[in-house]
């Protein structure tokens, strides 16, 4: 034996079987995709967070269709073992795996499991597949199961959102087709407001469904308006703002954006207002008067600062400090260590500060020396932006927790005047291509 053939013999049996390699990946793959809808399901958490889970399940993803039909009998297996959650994941890779190879029996496949597990049917169709570049977007599939839904009722309502998700304009006719039927208007209305073909009748459908008592129908109406912001007016944000809160997210979102100063007020006069919500109000506005009691609040409190407080300090003033975070928090620690960054930011802003702001109380009158005319100043990343001018996409995006960012979102939709359907628990590779967009677009404006 040569020694070549020596090397080639040892290194072989070093090397797992294939089999297990496939078992090792199918499993990991399981846990991650548990992983990421823990982390999808967190409004607190954020962008990077998805990125790490998202590109261990693109790899695995990947890996796992190149085993070819050995891959999917396994999960064919493994779907038959499992329950619960562990069997949602399994379904969800199952249709990955097939989106992944362009399988010709994905409508069958999507058709059988759509029912007991929409989510992993959805998403699985939405993500995938890897694309070949950070610009690529395969969505043939999304076109044939469309088609194949009119074989497959049970996958119509999912094929018309997908549509809409992956912004398919060839189907756009046959969406509109679809809006006199009572059974698929509402998700055929939201598929054509992601692509940006609102009308007016889409605005009078808003306010019908706001003005409903059934909540599955003031939903309809949010996610409208999330979609395409240009068809809210102020008859259907007051409409939508009267309502609870908790539901109409997005209204106070675009209200912000059309109106901050008047938000503010309006929101500190309101006792009724979350917390977070309080928080990404503040956030957005940039109003260093609101910033500076929410960094009032944030001093009082005991322990760390929450998820939405991190991201409004990150929004506004572009850092936050350790002392803020850590735990055990040292209370004292902290209020000095938020005052540091506050009066720095301010400063650096030129915003007039009095003269025992460092040592003073935490109040508005005690640390900046002309309220009146720091009302007129909006902060974002440390520094002043441009009014009526969409502020970048910039380092804070992956950063901030999921609520806030689905905020910049329809903000960059109402100051850019366009439909941004990108939603904050979309796949971490094509929210960084409209981060990329983005900043290109904003460097061209700039030149």
């Given at each position: 034996m040569t020694s070549t053939e020596t090397d080639?013999?040892?290194?072989?049996?070093?090397?797992?079987?294939?089999?297990?390699?496939?078992?090792?990946?199918?499993?990991?793959?399981?846990?991650?995709?548990?992983?990421?809808?823990?982390?999808?399901?967190?409004?607190?958490?954020?962008l990077n967070a998805l990125r790490r889970t998202d590109s261990t399940l693109d790899r695995l993803i990947q890996t796992a269709a190149m085993y070819g039909q050995e891959a999917t009998q396994q999960l064919d297996a493994r779907i038959a073992a499992s329950t619960g959650?562990?069997?949602?994941?399994?379904?969800?890779?199952?249709?990955?795996?097939a989106?992944?190879?362009?399988?010709?029996?994905?409508?069958?496949?999507?058709?059988?499991?759509?029912?007991?597990?929409?989510?992993?049917?959805?998403?699985?169709?939405?993500?995938?597949?890897?694309?070949?570049g950070p610009l690529s977007d395969n969505a043939s599939h999304v076109i044939d199961l469309f088609e194949h839904s009119a074989l497959f009722p049970s996958l119509r309502l999912m094929a018309i959102e997908l549509a809409g998700m992956r912004g398919e304009q060839s189907l756009v006719t046959q969406l509109k087709e679809l809006l006199d039927d009572p059974l698929y208007a509402a998700p055929a209305c939201i598929a054509l407001a992601r692509m940006g073909e609102a009308t007016d009748a889409t605005r009078s459908y808003a306010i019908?469904?706001?003005?409903?008592?059934?909540?599955?129908?003031?939903?309809?109406?949010?996610?409208?308006?999330?979609?395409d912001p240009r068809i809210s007016d102020d008859a259907l944000l007051q409409l939508a703002l009267a309502a609870d809160p908790a539901t109409v997210d997005a209204a106070w979102a675009i209200a912000t954006c059309s109106d901050p100063r008047g938000v503010i007020d309006h929101a500190a006069a309101r006792d009724d207002l979350p917390a977070a919500l309080?928080?990404?109000?503040?956030?957005?506005?940039?109003?260093?008067?609101?910033?500076?009691?929410?960094c009032a609040a944030m001093a009082d409190a005991d322990g760390?600062?929450?998820?939405?407080?991190?991201?409004?300090?990150?929004?506004?003033?572009?850092?936050?400090?350790?002392?803020?975070?850590?735990?055990?928090?040292?209370?004292?620690?902290?209020?000095?260590?938020?005052?540091?960054?506050?009066?720095?930011?301010?400063r650096a802003a030129h915003i007039g500060l009095c003269n025992d702001a460092d040592v003073d109380a935490w109040d508005v009158n005690a640390i900046l020396a002309n309220p009146a005319q720091a009302a007129t100043?909006?902060?974002?990343?440390?520094?002043?932006?441009?009014?009526?001018?969409?502020?970048?996409?910039?380092?804070?995006?992956?950063?901030?927790?999921?609520?806030?960012?689905?905020?910049l979102y329809i903000e960059r939709a109402c100051l850019a005047h366009h439909a941004f359907a990108l939603s904050p628990f979309d796949t971490a590779r094509r929210q960084d291509a409209a981060l990329m967009i983005g900043e290109f677009v904003d460097a061209m404006r700039a030149a």
């Open positions: 080639i013999a040892r290194i072989s049996r070093r090397l797992p079987p294939l089999a297990g390699l496939l078992d090792n990946s199918l499993d990991e793959a399981v846990r991650t995709r548990r992983r990421r809808l823990m982390i999808a399901d967190n409004p607190a958490l954020t959650a562990v069997k949602e994941a399994v379904v969800f890779l199952r249709i990955a795996v989106v992944q190879m362009r399988e010709t029996t994905l409508g069958e496949l999507a058709a059988h499991h759509v029912e007991a597990f929409p989510r992993a049917v959805r998403d699985a169709c939405r993500f995938y597949p890897v694309p070949n019908e469904c706001l003005s409903s008592d059934q909540p599955e129908r003031r939903d309809v109406a949010m996610d409208l308006i999330a979609c309080r928080a990404r109000i503040a956030a957005l506005a940039g109003y260093p008067d609101a910033i500076v009691n929410a760390a600062i929450t998820a939405n407080q991190a991201g409004l300090l990150e929004l506004t003033l572009g850092a936050v400090p350790v002392e803020a975070r850590c735990e055990p928090n040292d209370k004292e620690k902290k209020s000095r260590a938020l005052r540091t960054l506050l009066l720095r930011v301010l100043v909006r902060l974002r990343d440390g520094l002043i932006f441009p009014v009526g001018v969409p502020p970048a996409l910039g380092r804070a995006l992956p950063e901030v927790p999921h609520a806030l960012r689905g905020w």
